[in-house]
């Protein structure tokens, strides 16, 4: 009787010690340039980790550290275009810019100028690159969501995006 008990217990605990092994560590490392209105180019370091640090793990976003008990779903990156039709992200610069460029865990990420600039329709212009794909802005107020797995960036989507169907690569 006595053995079935402490059999039951030592098979609870590695139940127990097994569902709490789950989380696993990664590291989607990026690095780019940003590119100002006067041409002038700016190294761009942003990336994202979910690494152990004692008990807890740590997720990060750039120079952001968030101690947390398990993996954020997702992490979203707001995009500000003013009517100069310049680019403002928070985690990237100070102020507005021209363009990106982001080499991040695999994935490649760009807002490019793609036309002549005009002053109604200011985020006309601009051009969203993920990976292969490319994608028109439809608002000024776009956001670039970026889904995780157990072993980093699993996808890339957007909101106010629209496929860009004149461009096959």
């Not at 610069?93 to 490019?112: Q, R, T, V």
């Not at 000024?140 to 699993?154: A, E, Y």
């Amino acid at each position: 009787m006595m053995r079935k008990l402490l059999m039951s217990c030592v098979m609870l605990f590695g139940v127990i010690a097994s569902q709490s092994v789950s989380a696993q560590e990664w590291d989607a490392p990026g690095s780019g340039k940003v590119i100002y209105p006067s041409g002038r180019a700016e190294d761009l370091s942003f990336g994202f980790a979910y690494q152990k640090n004692f008990d807890s793990f740590i997720f990060s976003a750039g120079e952001a550290n968030l101690r947390t008990e398990e993996m954020p779903p997702n992490y979203i990156l707001n995009v500000i275009i003013n009517k100069e039709g310049l680019i403002y992200i928070a985690e990237f610069a100070d102020g507005f810019f021209e363009s990106f460029e982001l080499n991040l865990g695999g994935h490649y990420l760009a807002i490019k100028p793609r036309k002549a600039f005009d002053e109604d329709e200011p985020y006309k212009h601009l051009v969203v690159h993920v990976d292969d794909m490319s994608y028109l802005i439809d608002t000024t107020h776009p956001s670039l969501k970026f889904v995780f797995s157990d072993d980093g960036i699993k996808d890339i989507d957007g909101v106010g995006l629209i496929r860009d169907l004149s461009s096959r690569r």
